[in-house]
């Protein structure tokens, strides 16, 4: 039985939802002090949600099968492989907006929610035009391929909030100070309720969110077309995403490589649509698993070379 066709009754769509707003609520609760949060806590946090997210790909192979297993780990890797640039992302509007390093974990906890709202949403929508209109993956294809072209040519991406509409239109309709007031998103000043700069910085993360939610739901859209795998990956990915910027975000510089691994990943997830409606079909999801890993570990590898190469030289 292939993974697309799997039925997953509606009480396993409830449990996991309960799991991931139990494991929300622990991590907001641990965190209620706004400590600064130093790369020993990082770690330990990043430990718990990898391991959660790999433990239910376990639940998945026992209680569904091989192949959907197989299917969750594919897109569980490949979402955490592009939430990195989230991080960087992450790490360039925090200095952006200066967002003292006590208040970033509560601005990413709600952007982090906010991105699992925006996947939901796309995953069902591009799971529904993939079934109903044979052309969506061409599109959709083509789309990733030319995401992935962009990413090699163009490196990092442009986040100068001042330039986002989003954010523009939001200090536009609503009232705001260009100041922090603790942790608060929103004030009263002069007598008045108006948005703090921590609200703007939180505008300003789920304003980029949404574009890297379109590339990597669609990525995700060329391993499968179940929409319980493709949450349930999406969302074990995206949930350890503020424990990842705890840890990589000073280090993601010394991975001068990893946007070309990146890059070929997306443009063989695009490729992968479009095969899929000619007559070579499906590749296997073997395939897909194989390439994410070995470009990734190739474009980490060639990075940690290239960054050792002057120390060695010195």
């Known amino acids: 039985m292939g993974e697309a066709t799997v039925a997953v009754p509606l009480w396993a769509w409830a449990a996991v939802g309960a799991v991931i707003a139990v494991m929300l609520a622990v991590d907001v609760l641990s965190h209620r002090d706004n400590h600064v949060i130093g790369l020993r806590e990082a770690l330990l946090w990043s430990a718990v949600w990898v391991g959660a997210g790999l433990l ?96 090699a040519v163009r490196g990092e991406p442009d986040v100068a909030p001042d330039r986002n509409p989003v954010v523009r239109l939001f200090r536009r309709v609503v009232p705001t100070d260009a100041r922090y007031h603790g942790d608060r998103f929103t004030a009263r000043v002069d007598g008045r309720r108006v948005a703090t700069l921590l609200l703007v910085t939180l505008v300003a993360i789920e304003a980029t969110d949404i574009v890297f939610a379109i590339d990597s739901v669609a990525a995700i859209l060329a391993i499968t077309t179940n929409t319980f795998l493709l949450w349930t990956a999406t969302a074990f990915a995206v949930l350890g995403l503020r424990s990842l910027y705890f840890c990589l975000a000073g280090l993601l510089r010394h991975f001068a490589y990893l946007r070309y691994g990146l890059a070929l990943v997306l443009a063989f997830a695009g490729a992968k649509l479009i095969l899929a409606e000619t007559p070579v079909g499906k590749l296997p999801i073997w395939l897909t698993l194989a390439v994410v890993v070995l470009s990734l570990a190739a474009s980490i590898g060639a990075s940690v070379v290239a960054a050792r190469r002057p120390r060695a030289a010195g």
Do not use: C, M
């Open 56 to 151: 239910f790909g376990l639940v998945v192979w026992f209680g569904l099968g091989g192949d959907p297993a197989i299917a969750y780990y594919s897109g569980y890797l490949l979402e955490k492989a592009l939430s990195v640039d989230n991080v960087f992302v992450f790490a360039l509007l925090f200095g952006y907006f200066r967002v003292p390093d006590g208040y970033q974990h509560k601005v990413l906890f709600w952007g982090v929610v906010g991105a699992l709202g925006f996947r939901l949403l796309f995953i069902f929508a591009g799971a529904e035009l993939l079934e109903r209109l044979t052309w969506a993956g061409v599109v959709l294809g083509a789309f990733l391929i030319w995401t992935g072209w962009r990413l």
